[in-house]
Nanobody, 115 residues
Framework: QVQLVESGGGLVQAGGSLRLSCTTSGSLFSFNAMGWYRQAPGKQREMVALISSGVKTNYADSVLGRFTISRDNAKNTVYLQMNSLKPEDTAVYYC?????????WGQGTQVTVSS
């Protein structure tokens, strides 16, 4: 059973930074892609950043230039570095791992940005 464990969320002031981590129970090479999604209250879950097994990245327009996704294959961990945070970045952030057969999700970590 694949498990994804997120950490690094918290409360930060606008303009601050946080780094989220997602550690998988297996090798990152088991997945076609890894990603971070977020869901704010009353809104649909949206893609924030994706990274393929070949380290190709993709970002939502709203975070481009502020967030960076990366991976450490040796640690089975994917990171989301979030800089210049804004109140509208407040959401529960979910780690996602995609295989050809299905998607796996972490339990989510809360990020709150105060103005």
């Amino acid at each position: 059973q694949v498990q994804l464990v997120e950490s690094g969320g918290g409360l930060v002031q606008a303009g601050g930074s946080l780094r989220l981590s997602c550690t998988t129970s297996g090798s990152l090479f088991s997945f076609n892609a890894m990603g971070w999604y977020r869901q704010a209250p009353g809104k649909q879950r949206e893609m924030v950043a994706l990274i393929s097994s070949g380290v190709k990245t993709n970002y939502a327009d709203s975070v481009l230039g502020r967030f960076t996704i990366s991976r450490d294959n040796a640690k089975n961990t994917v990171y989301l570095q979030m800089n210049s945070l804004k109140p509208e970045d407040t959401a529960v952030y979910y780690c996602n791992a995609q295989t050809q057969m299905r998607a796996y999700w972490g339990q989510g970590t809360q990020v709150t940005v105060s103005s």
